[in-house]
């Protein structure tokens, strides 16, 4: 059974950092499509960073690179290193996995992930 069990959530300042993990069970990270989506109060969820079955990255345009989405594989982990953190990153941020290759255009379409975390609520104060 795949677990995905994200932590590193909090309340920071604006122009903080935080780093998130998504650690897995019952399957590999570096065999996997993983994202990092968010979901604000009254919006809809949306990606924010990908790397998929073939170590592909995507980010949002809207990161203007302040987000370094990465894995350990030695830790079954996921990250994501948040820098510059602004009032409008403030959401639940979710971890999703596949253990399909999901193309680069798909990759922020939460309906193609099987496994998701239960989230880690992040929040940012001006």
């Known amino acids: 059974q795949v677990q995905l069990v994200e932590s590193g959530g909090g309340s920071v300042q604006a122009g903080g950092s935080l780093r998130l993990s998504c650690t897995v069970t019952?399957?590999?990270?570096?065999?996997?499509?993983m994202t990092w989506f968010r979901q604000a109060p009254g919006k809809e969820r949306e990606g924010v960073a990908s790397?998929?079955?073939?170590?592909?990255?995507k980010y949002a345009d809207s990161l203007k690179g302040r987000f370094t989405i990465s894995r350990d594989n030695a830790k079954n982990t996921l990250y994501l290193q948040m820098n510059s953190l602004e009032p409008e990153d403030t959401a639940m941020y979710y971890c999703?996995?596949?253990?399909?290759?999901?193309?680069?255009?798909?990759?922020?379409?939460?309906?193609?992930?099987?496994?998701w975390g239960q989230g880690t609520q992040v929040t940012v104060s001006s």
């Open positions: 999703a996995a596949d253990p399909r290759a999901i193309l680069w255009f798909q990759l922020f379409r939460g309906g193609d992930y099987d496994y």
């Open positions: 019952g399957y590999t990270v570096k065999s996997m499509s």
């Open positions: 790397i998929n079955l073939y170590g592909v990255i």
